[in-house]
């Protein structure tokens, strides 16, 4: 079966691969975009880019109910054990580990990882997937940065990339980002969640398949993409 990647809104996604179920950066009980409630989620792992609450808010408990083991930067997962999540796996940029699910690589992202209660963070990071039959990358929240020309070299099927401005990269600079990376599809998230970051995600799409060499597909909440 083919690796399937569920967008929950906002920067939440699901991907099913390899057998094992992947629940990314979950915020699924306040986000007014998510489809779900956290409650309906069943992931063997949960992957967190930054300590931000609309990329951490429900992983507490849904990692208690489910048993999930978290993937997130070493200082995220010290601050999970602190309460009581006790299935952590730490990594840091630049780091790739092999997981039953394929390896996993953290990336450069420029922005902030503050943790809910005011806790330290750690730097933010992207997660590069090298999947049974794929390479997908999710930028996380980050500035365009040149940084990504280097990952061109991985072969990115699908990006996944911010577009809404404020708090990342806006239309404009995403743009940028898929000259950089060179991913053969793209898909934009991090919009619309909330009027500060409104963007027109359909223009952004034609934009990139005009001037670039990539597919663009938006993505609804509950819709899905096969790799
Ligand atoms: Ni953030
Ligand atoms: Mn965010």
Redesign the pocket.
Known sequence: MPTTITFLG??TFEIETAGKRLLI?P?LENNPQAPVDSNSVQPDFILLT?G?F??IADCIPIAKRTSAQVIANADICHWLGDQGVKDTHPMHIGGAHQFEFGTLKLTIAH?GSMLPDGSYGGNPAGLLFTLEDGVVYFA??TALTYDMTLLADAGIDIAFL?IGDN??MGPDDALRAVEFLQPKRVVPC?YNTWPVIAADADAWAGRVTSTTSAAATVLKPGESIRL
């Open positions: 906002h920067a950066d915020f930054h931000h609309d990329h922005h996380g929240d911010p708090f990342t991090h």
